[in-house]
């Protein structure tokens, strides 16, 4: 990303550097995508159906990737416990079929609960962070996996009577995987979406996409989004400057996770079902990876990153399942997807960044 | 009889403070009690639960053991010993496929099980040592990452470019292998080659010991604590003390964390060997999976931290843990009439557990971080 403006270095040397720049595991990841695109196009596979595939899944996965930036920005690292926020979406949705909206209003119901849902969760979570600085990875992911865990006995007691979520023949609690088919499945894709060609074009669900990075990236260049860039680059410096660390990173925390619980409605309204229990378990390390992918370190992030990150890891997946499935067997896609998203984190995790240590 | 059990404390014998006990072990206290008001609950007989004890206690041990020589070289938990658990698998679908059985196939699959856990065990500490401070969620994600490829190797390798005699480990289309690989000829290898019986006046079954298990795991903990002793084991605490001091005093230290974390997977490799033996078979695409979850949550629940461990803890962590996994599901169904909520809260404790643990030691980590800092600015 950095131009080199090193005049006298040689061409190999800038080469060489712009490779170490963009990264060995991001070209690895680029060539694979390369390969797979070509195989696609000499199976005769269809264009136009996975292009739709890929700007669905993108729109659909974005807002849960846009979740990363802000607590990288703060210097928390990516958000690990996003199955956090993603817990408060669900319950705002479920709320919004208790009582019976449906269309617009059922979503934009959810998104009104979820957001404050969320932010509040993320207050306190942000509260959690401040006090164990440096490990924030590992016990984000513990804590995410416990929410989760804990949430699936919410599910099993909570008392909704909506027909449409709870067992059709007796058994207590809400069912795995809630159908939104009358709800609000598909109003934000299927709203103003047009298409060329064989591509169809989800319009709104871009539109909600773009308007929610154009937001961070407002928020980037705001008073308070600049402070809380500072603390995540430099705490000490931040500190110095008379700037409150413990606050700046507790609102990163709590924009990431209003970002999950936003997400992961927009997420369910894509998909057309809603999923309980265990489902958000490993949502986290989806997100971190697109993000990485997308070129952002664990200290450093912009909307780029995500747009890109998501783009691209979203491009493998859809493209690698129709690819695998003619040329070797069944579920090697399920295969690739953790090897590429769990590679690009550990890569990312064993590389020393500039400007210091995570520590 | 469980109250006896709790980990070693240094001997103080200058009055018994009730207050700094409670505060010490208030990990393994609170499991206690969740256990025995579980177990009370659960309605199990009591034969019944010790039997399950004894049979679990025997087939996890050697697991949770293995994870206490990274602690100590100041890595934390070691959450690759997933590799360790692979490469035992590996090396029972090996032996089925040389046609071994008994002893000498359980023998044979834990030499075989040597040298893959040794490569696995060398590369996961290249790994850590690139990513020193950031171990733990290192091995998290390593964790992952090996699955992945696991998953890879055993679903489209196996059977197609590494030949497989035994047809019945395969799926139908003849490559990859199924989700369930028996084991039959090594089951109960090493467990029924002695077991006392126990008859109780008065109750059916009998209390079965499988001595020899318990012998190796017991023969583990000594040789760990000769170890210790030895000049690789005050290389290893030096390391986890600090560092840059131990660097200092001419300990190469990126090579005694590679030695701790090979340790540490060889043992994890074998202790998945004796855990399959007592299953008698494989669950391909998940008994690896949990194993440095389970692991982890049992050495902490014993009362050990992310620095520091014991062997006493360690058994009393598998003891706590796996007594509290019989007794939820059916305390869950007696208690709130729906065994699901057991099995949940169980997930929880097990998840909570760890990441409660880290949170600590972080907070804690970090109030000491600051005091140092402090005496140096009043020392300058």
């Known amino acids: ?359 | 009889m469980n109250g006896d059990g709790t980990p070693e404390l240094p001997v103080r014998r200058q009055g018994f403070e009730l207050g700094e006990f409670l505060q010490r072990n208030v990990v393994p206290i609170f499991f206690l009690i969740v256990c025995i008001f579980g177990g009370y609950h659960s309605g199990l007989p009591l034969p019944f639960l010790i039997n399950e004890i004894i049979t679990r206690m025997a087939r996890n041990s050697f697991l949770v053991i293995s994870l206490i020589i990274p602690i100590l070289a100041g890595m934390g938990l070691n959450f690759g010993i997933v590799l360790g658990a692979m490469a035992g698998q590996f090396a029972y679908v090996i032996t089925v496929n040389l046609g071994m059985a008994g002893l000498s196939g359980f023998l044979w699959t834990a030499v075989l099980c040597f040298p893959m856990a040794v490569v696995f065990g060398w590369l996961t500490g290249m790994l850590f040592n690139n990513a020193k401070g950031k171990e733990m969620i290192t091995g998290i994600i390593l964790g992952f990452f090996a699955n992945g490829v696991y998953q890879f190797v055993c679903l489209y390798l196996l059977g197609k470019f590494i030949p497989i005699p035994v047809k019945s480990m395969l799926l139908s289309t003849g490559i990859g292998l199924r989700n369930t690989v028996d084991i039959k000829p090594m089951h109960y290898a090493l467990d029924n080659l002695w077991k006392v019986r126990f008859k109780i006046p008065g109750v059916i079954f009998p209390i079965i010991i499988p001595m020899v298990t318990i012998l190796v795991v017991l023969g583990l903990c000594f040789l760990l604590h000769y170890l210790f002793k030895t000049k690789l084991g005050q290389d290893f605490r030096a390391v986890g003390q600090d560092r840059h001091i131990a660097a200092v005093a001419g300990i190469k230290v990126d090579r005694v964390r590679i030695l701790a974390v090979i340790f540490s997977t060889v043992l994890a490799g074998w202790g998945q060997v004796i855990f399959l033996q007592n299953l008698g078979n494989i669950n391909t695409y998940g008994s690896h999976v949990q194993v440095g979850t389970f692991a982890v949550a049992a050495i902490l629940i014993g009362g050990a931290s992310v620095t520091k461990a014991t062997i006493g803890q360690a058994l009393l962590g598998t003891l706590l843990f796996h007594t509290m996994f019989i007794v939820s599901p059916l305390a869950g169904k007696n208690l709130m009439g729906n065994a699901q909520i057991g099995e949940y809260f169980r997930v929880f404790v097990t998840y909570g557990v760890i990441g409660l643990a880290l949170a600590l030691h972080a907070w804690q980590s970090r109030a000491r971080d600051k005091k140092r800092l402090r005496d140096a600015e009043e020392a300058a």
Not at chain 1, 57 to 81: D, E, K, T, Y
């Open chain 1, 1 to 359: 990303m950095l131009a080199i403006e090193k005049d006298c270095e040689s061409m190999g040397d800038r080469l060489r550097d712009l490779v170490r720049d963009f990264g060995v595991a991001r070209l690895i990841i680029l060539i694979f995508l390369g390969i797979l695109i070509a195989s696609a196009y000499f199976l005769k596979l269809p264009m136009g159906q996975i292009l739709s595939s890929i700007l669905t899944r993108f729109g659909m996965n974005g807002v849960l990737v846009l979740a990363m930036i802000p607590s990288i920005q703060c210097g928390a690292g990516p958000n690990f416990a996003l199955p956090l926020g993603v817990t408060c979406g669900i319950v705002a949705a479920t709320l919004s079929i208790e009582l019976n909206l449906v269309g617009f209003q059922a979503f934009f119901f959810a998104l009104l609960v979820a957001t404050p849902l969320g932010a509040l969760t993320g207050y306190f979570y942000g509260l959690l962070l401040n006090k164990v600085k440096g490990q924030e990875l590992t016990v984000g992911t513990y804590f995410g996996f416990s929410i989760v865990s804990l949430m699936c006995i919410f599910w099993t007691l909570v008392p909704f009577k909506s027909p449409e979520m709870i067992w059709p023949y007796g058994g207590s609690g809400l069912r795995v995987t809630i159908s939104l088919q009358d709800r609000f499945d598909k109003v934000l894709d299927s709203f103003l979406s047009f298409q060329i060609g064989e591509v169809t074009i989800p319009t709104g669900l871009l539109l909600f996409f773009g308007a929610l990075c154009l937001l961070i990236w407002l928020f980037n260049r705001s008073k308070t989004g600049i402070a809380m860039l500072t603390v995540g680059n430099n705490p000490r410096f931040a500190e110095s400057s008379g700037l409150n660390v413990n606050k700046y990173r507790v609102i990163g925390s709590v924009l990431s996770n209003a970002l999950a619980a936003v997400g992961i409605v927009v997420y369910a309204q894509s998909f057309g079902f809603l999923q309980l229990y265990m489902a958000p378990l490993f949502m986290a390390f989806f997100a971190v990876a697109s993000i990485l992918i997308g070129g952002a370190t664990l200290r450093r992030a912009t909307v780029w990153h995500a747009i890109i990150g998501c783009f691209l890891f979203q491009s493998i997946l859809v493209v690698s399942m129709p690819v695998a499935n003619v040329v070797v067997a069944d579920n090697l896609a399920e295969v690739v997807r953790i090897i590429i998203s769990n590679g690009i984190i550990l890569y990312a995790l064993t590389r020393r960044e500039a400007g210091g240590d995570v520590r």
